[in-house]
Structure formats: structure tokens, C-alpha cells
């Protein structure tokens, strides 16, 4: 929780741009993260959803192609023993 917040999360994004500090963290150990998305309920699935990939999908094209691609799926592929297609 962030430190004076009610809020269950951090936020990584200043704007519509990761925060330095991410980013950097991001760059440095690119085989600890995993972009997933939290809809368990319907009313997530919604255009929200779209928005939300569409960020993501920003944020990461500012990365390293290699960084981008082990946060996207690679780390998940690796971990789970998900065959690359």
C-alpha cells in the first residue's frame, strides 16, 4: 500500500508515462515482472479493458524491445511452461 494511501496498489505511471523509477527498475531486472490484467468481473470487461491494453501497450514501446517482450509474455511463457508461438 502506498505510504498515506487507502489505495491497494502503486502507481507506476506519471501521466501517461512510467515513472523514471520504473522504468529504470523495469530496465534492471526485466525476468521479475509480468504485465496481467485483474477483470474477474464483468462490468471490467468492458471498453475499459481496451483503454487499459492500449496504455499498457504504449508504456511498453517506450522499453528495450527484449524488456518489452519478457514483461508482455515472455516471463509468463518461461515460468509457466508456456510454448512460444
Same mark, same amino acid.
Given at each position: &500500500? #502506498? %505510504?498515506?494511501?487507502?489505495?491497494?496498489?502503486?502507481? &507506476?505511471?506519471?501521466?501517461?508515462? @512510467? #515513472?523514471?523509477?520504473?522504468?529504470?527498475? @523495469?530496465?534492471? +531486472?526485466?525476468?521479475? +515482472?509480468?504485465?496481467? +490484467?485483474? !477483470?474477474?468481473?464483468?462490468?471490467?470487461?468492458?471498453?475499459?479493458?481496451?483503454?487499459?491494453?492500449?496504455?499498457? $501497450?504504449? #508504456?511498453?514501446?517506450?522499453? %528495450?524491445?527484449?524488456?518489452? $517482450?519478457?514483461?508482455?509474455?515472455? !516471463?509468463?511463457?518461461?515460468?509457466?511452461?508456456? %510454448? #512460444?508461438?
Amino acid at each position: &500500500m #502506498a %505510504p498515506g494511501s487507502r489505495q491497494p496498489w502503486t502507481n &507506476m505511471f506519471r501521466g501517461s508515462a @512510467l #515513472a523514471s523509477e520504473w522504468r529504470e527498475l @523495469l530496465i534492471q +531486472f526485466p525476468d521479475r +515482472f509480468i504485465l496481467a +490484467f485483474d !477483470n474477474v468481473w464483468p462490468e471490467n470487461w468492458s471498453h475499459a479493458y481496451v483503454e487499459h491494453a492500449q496504455f499498457w $501497450r504504449s #508504456a511498453l514501446a517506450g522499453l %528495450p524491445v527484449d524488456v518489452a $517482450r519478457a514483461i508482455a509474455h515472455g !516471463n509468463a511463457e518461461r515460468l509457466w511452461k508456456i %510454448p #512460444a508461438e
